[in-house]
């Protein structure tokens, strides 16, 4: 029997940068484990070049990263969401279409990276600080022993890591 993979959806607004990292991260450091996905409920319909550029310099996958809607996974034909994460406060806040699966959901929001007005320096490093922090959070996720926990302490987890801070300049 083969390992169970669960389905990971990220959320932010403009699925342009924060949740289009996560998925380029937990798909690369969740070792067959997670399939991950990302999704806007207002796509911008391209994905930030500071977000690429933070991406590829990891050494992670770019290839099927798109900005989509999120109305894609709550088609009938849509892969089953085992957790839907929002990763800005925008589209926490938001009426979310029902998920195919009924998945667990968790808010783990980060700063818009985008919205740092700046040097060229400063805003790479608002991407680098939001790369480095869903790193750190997605990293908990794979550790978590999903198969072993029950409902009520899967979600205690969840939002736990939602909590967990950056590493302090």
Known sequence: MSPRIFNVLFICTGNSARSIMAEALLNSVGQGKFKAYSAGSHPSGHINHYAL???ERNRLAVEDLRSKSW???AQPDAPVLDFVFTVCDKAAGEMCPVWPGQP???HWGIEEPSAVNGTDIEKKKAFADAFRLLHRRISL???LPIDKLDALSLKHELDAIGRVQGEEA
């Open 104 to 106: 667990m959901t968790a």
């Open 53 to 55: 550029d933070v991406i």
């Open 141 to 143: 996720l794979t550790c």
């Open 71 to 73: 109305e894609e996974f």
